[in-house]
């Protein structure tokens, strides 16, 4: 098993979020289903769920997140959490991961981390309730080495191509307190203090796109919301993130 900075992690992180734990297992079937089984339950103690292996981990809309052992870092965040909005929160928890990865990794609306237009990262959000109190699990999937295209005609992107040396306990630890505390300001503010940071990583902003329910238009970014807001001829339609990928032309790694 790699060596985790699980202490570390947990020293940075319990001051901020009290009663945190850090569990790192070397395979489970999914981080996520792991704490949205937990939050369903009753537990609701804020935890960080690291998997060196899943065997059915989960993208958004329903497709499987593949990964093999030692080039991703796999893992969930579950904290109580009760925004007044929740619109725009993968978008927020984006921008954190990315501005603790490196000034060049883009935002690709409404979920994935991107560079040099391939997939580096992706975000699954997920919210449970349970005796009247609401939970969030964020999972993230992070590409640490390079690995196979599986299918796609460009391979995703890896963060070892920008940051050499790193490893997945390495960027767990650095990514952690700006997740934490972006998801604490979120839950407080929302999501139209962090547009702006959104803005300048924006990936498809100008750019010609399509959506997976059939709309099509030039990306103009996103409202205080988080919605995308797409120029058509018939003038600019907004797209919520819910159901919705978007694609733009000339590339395949959605
Ligand atoms: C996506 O790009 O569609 C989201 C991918 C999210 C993958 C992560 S890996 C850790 C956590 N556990 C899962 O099963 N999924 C998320």
Not at 72 to 78: C, D, G, I, P
Not at 82 to 103: F, I, K, R, T, Y
């Amino acid at each position: 098993m790699e060596l985790w900075p699980a202490e570390s992690i947990w020293e940075q992180i319990s001051p901020l979020l009290p009663g945190f734990t850090v569990e790192v297992l070397p395979e489970i079937d999914s981080t996520s289903t792991e704490l949205m089984r937990r939050a369903r339950a009753g537990r609701t103690e804020p935890t960080l769920l690291v998997a060196e292996r899943q065997t059915a981990g989960r993208g958004r809309l329903g497709r499987p997140w593949q990964s093999a052992v030692g080039d991703s870092l796999t893992f969930s965040l579950a904290l109580p959490f009760a925004p007044c909005d929740w619109s725009g929160l993968s978008l927020a928890v984006g921008v954190a991961v990315a501005e603790s990865l490196h000034p060049d990794v883009g935002l690709k609306w409404p979920n994935d981390l991107w560079w040099q237009d391939r997939k580096l990262a992706g975000i699954l959000i997920e919210a449970a309730t349970s005796g009247g109190r609401s939970q969030v699990v964020v999972g993230i999937g992070i590409n640490i080495r390079p690995r196979p295209a599986e299918g796609l005609s460009t391979p995703p992107a890896a963060l070892t191509e920008l940051w050499p040396e790193a490893s997945a306990g390495a960027t767990l630890l650095r990514l952690m307190p700006a997740l934490v505390r972006t998801l604490q300001d979120f839950e407080r503010h929302g999501f139209a203090p962090l547009q702006a940071r959104f803005e300048v990583r924006d990936v498809l902003r100008g750019r010609e796109v399509h959506t997976s329910d059939g709309h099509s238009g030039m990306a103009l970014g996103v409202g205080p919301t988080g919605a995308l807001r797409l120029q058509q001829a018939g003038g600019e339609r907004l797209i919520d993130s819910s159901e919705v990928s978007v694609r733009p032309l000339n590339t395949n790694t959605n």
